[in-house]
């Protein structure tokens, strides 16, 4: 068995332990490949991954060329640039990053018919970080509610990427805060069923708070190594 099979039953063993309260089944791990090269996925694909995230388009476009042969359904968490939204639109099944109205529209105009919803979440700013991207948790209503009547598009939940942080108690807050911006539009009438949050360091938290998907890299491939990434 391979480090990456190996890392991989790791993991999935720790979700079920850690979804223990809950059904194991409804949390989604996503491999973040971002900077690993397409071997890596491949391995991680044969060893029953499915689900994979990338962050800079262009290196995700190159995988998804090589991996063709690959029944890979693919992931975009990265910042969402607008000369960037046609590939992602043509080539993405979901986009995690969607934070202002413009770039909903490019990505709800620019997707092929012929082609399934793309499924998209809204990233939340949910820890105020003036470094990150993400709408404020205050216009995140009128937000969901512009792109939940695009066409070619299905809003499905909310994505955030807290401030990293020792202290598990303000980690509990920081994912319970978008748990219940979910709960809040739900309560308006939205169906949203995902919270994609928690990573190598916190999924264990953020899986005690709600998450429906996992962002994992560093935990699956190893240390990346970023002077070979794309951007």
């Known amino acids: 068995m391979t480090t990456i099979a ?7 063993r720790a979700i079920t332990v850690a979804a223990a309260a809950r059904h194991p089944e409804t949390v989604t791990l996503l491999a973040v490949s971002k900077t690993f090269p397409a071997e890596a996925i491949r391995e991680a694909y044969q060893a029953g991954q499915t689900r994979f995230a990338e962050n800079y388009v262009q290196e995700a476009l190159q995988k998804i060329r090589l991996l063709g042969d690959l029944n890979i359904e693919w992931h975009f968490i990265g910042p969402l640039q607008s000369n ?42 949910i820890s105020g970080e003036d470094s990150k991207s993400g709408v404020s948790p205050e216009a995140l209503p009128e937000l969901a509610a512009q792109v939940a009547k695009l066409p070619g598009v299905a809003l499905r939940g909310l994505m955030a990427v807290p401030a990293p942080d020792k202290d598990q108690t303000l980690l509990h807050a920081a994912f319970a805060r978008l748990r ?10 939205y169906q949203l069923d995902t919270l994609s949050m928690g990573m190598s360091d916190d999924f264990a938290v953020a899986i005690a708070e709600g998450a429906t998907m996992l962002r994992i890299g560093s935990a699956i491939f190893g240390e990346r190594n970023y002077l070979k990434g794309t951007a």
Do not use: M
Not at 93 to 108: G, M, N, Q, T
């Open 180 to 189: 219940h911006l979910q709960e809040q539009l739900n309560s308006q009438g």
């Open 84 to 125: 960037k939204t046609r590939q992602i639109a043509e080539h993405f099944c979901w986009v995690h990053s969607v934070d202002r109205l413009k770039i909903a529209e490019r990505l709800s105009e620019q997707r092929p018919p012929s082609l399934p919803p793309l499924q998209l979440c809204l990233q939340v700013n």
């Open 6 to 12: 190996n890392n991989l039953q790791a993991v999935r």
